[in-house]
């Protein structure tokens, strides 16, 4: 059997594991007229792919102070939305497992909705840490990380917006970026993630050695 390149994978949800960003963009607007800052134009979109987090609040006006009330917020509101897995998700989820990796999942989202979301998929999951504050999530990495892994583990966290891979180099762990969330890839290849995927057959090629054919 091929010995996997990483004895835990610890994903992201949204933008990794689920295709919410066209959710995320049709309910950002009347998020901004409720809590009361700028409003996105659909040509303004691309360029924010672009940016950190830090940098989106700056350029629509977000005080620090609010994100915690935003992001309850947008966690309720995913609660009462449907989403979809991208393609192979569950696929590369149950190879990783027979392959011996165990897995996690870290996400600012509610874990209802995670779990919701992922259906069967989520049985190849070994733990999860879910409503993740904004800048939270190296923590909760790093306490993922020594709860099911040794010291020696090797280990990755897959993610799709730059302050993933900050968190997980924050961690001490492998940083990985998925090139299809909510970031934009150039924004993630400035930061030198140690691992970029174009979907999730790539990750099984580079993690097992398998091309999923």
């Not at 005080?63 to 569950?90: G, N, Q, T």
């Not at 909760?140 to 709860?147: F, H, W």
């Not at 730059?162 to 968190?167: L, W």
Request: proline content about 4%.
């Amino acid at each position: 059997m091929t010995k996997p390149a990483y004895d835990l994978v610890i994903f992201d949800f949204d933008g990794t594991l689920a295709d919410t960003f066209p959710w995320f963009c049709s309910v950002l607007n009347d998020t901004a007229r409720q809590f009361d800052f700028r409003q996105v134009a659909a040509d303004e979109v691309d360029d924010l792919r672009q940016l950190g987090a830090r940098e989106i609040m700056a350029r629509l006006g977000v005080p620090v102070w609010k994100v915690p009330a935003i992001a309850l917020h947008m966690r309720r509101l995913a609660a009462a939305s449907s989403h979809a897995l991208f393609p192979d998700v569950e696929d590369t989820l149950q190879s990783l497992r027979m392959h011996g990796t165990r897995l996690a999942v870290v996400s600012s989202n509610s874990e209802d909705t995670v779990r919701r979301t992922l259906g069967s998929a989520g049985s190849h999951i070994d733990a999860f840490s879910c409503g993740a504050s904004l800048w939270g999530k190296a923590a909760k990495l790093r306490a993922m990380a020594r709860q099911l892994a040794p010291a020696t583990a090797r280990t990755i966290a897959i993610g799709d917006e730059v302050r993933d891979i900050e968190a997980a180099r924050t961690a001490g762990i492998a940083s990985g970026a998925v090139s299809f969330g909510y970031n934009a890839p150039a924004a993630l290849l400035a930061l030198n993630p140690d691992r970029i995927f174009i979907d999730f057959r790539d990750i099984q090629e580079q993690l097992l050695g398998l091309s999923g054919s």
